[in-house]
């Protein structure tokens, strides 16, 4: 089945340092592929995506990479802000019948960025 | 912009009590879940819809069910709850087809506790 692996553990970098966050997949077919935040009590929001390989998804200084051969989609910011402290979750979507396609989500890391 | 309403952000009940939680989304998006969110667990699928009055299981269907009478309104039902059911839940929402590119867009999410 469609499955999402992410590293395990929080975490915690300092302001200004480089992020990065691993994502594996192990789907069939061809996914598109999504990074979802967190922020604290609040619920998921798109922070980026790519459907297809090699796309390169952006938005806030975040990029992740759809590498197919590695089967990987590691979301990386070059300077981080205390305000990304946040959940990021890796998620998959794959063609379904009817439109009824699922995502299947990774465990989430919770980024703690200290001033 | 989408919005994705759920009716409470907390609710406290008791175990053997029959409990809804309603998701509201003004976008007339053909698809809808719910999904509840455990630490160390991630994001896990209980139930979702892809039309009106379609359901399918998710991954955790057990002790729950769903009501998708209005293409806007998505209930999720607890029929007698338990304390395994203390949790956050996240209904979510998407436009179908696009051949799973588009994303999911989440309500504020519903803390339980079931005491």
């Known amino acids: 089945g469609n499955s999402v692996t992410q590293m395990e553990g929080p975490v915690t970098l300092s302001e200004e340092a480089f992020l990065t966050i691993n994502c594996t997949y192990t789907?069939?077919?061809?996914?598109?592929l999504f990074w979802y935040v967190q922020y604290p009590g609040e619920g998921l929001q798109l922070l980026l995506k790519a459907t297809k390989a090699d796309d390169k998804g952006s938005n806030k200084g975040f990029e992740a990479t759809y590498r197919k051969e590695t089967t990987s989609f590691h979301l990386e910011k070059g300077s981080v802000q205390v305000s990304d402290s946040a959940v990021y979750f890796c998620a998959l979507s794959t063609r379904g019948l009817y439109g009824n396609n699922r995502l299947a989500f990774g465990k989430g890391n919770q980024v703690v960025v200290i001033p | 912009d989408v919005k994705v309403t759920q009716s409470s952000r907390y609710l406290v009940k008791r175990t053997g009590e029959k409990v809804f939680l309603e998701c509201v989304q003004d976008?007339?998006?053909?698809?809808m879940f719910w999904y509840r969110q455990d630490p160390g667990l991630g994001l896990r699928l209980i139930y979702f819809?892809?039309?009106?009055?379609?359901?399918e299981k998710g991954d955790i269907p057990e002790g729950y069910s769903v009501s998708r009478e209005k293409k806007e309104r998505f209930s999720l039902i607890l029929e007698s709850a338990s304390t395994n059911q203390t949790s956050m839940y996240l209904c979510?929402?998407?436009?179908?087809?696009?051949?799973?590119?588009?994303?999911?867009?989440f309500g504020n999410g519903t803390r339980l506790t079931v005491t």
């Open positions: 819809s892809y039309d009106v009055k379609m359901k």
């Open positions: 789907a069939t077919g061809y996914p598109s």
């Open positions: 979510a929402s998407r436009l179908r087809g696009a051949g799973g590119n588009s994303p999911l867009h």
């Open positions: 976008m007339d998006h053909e698809n």
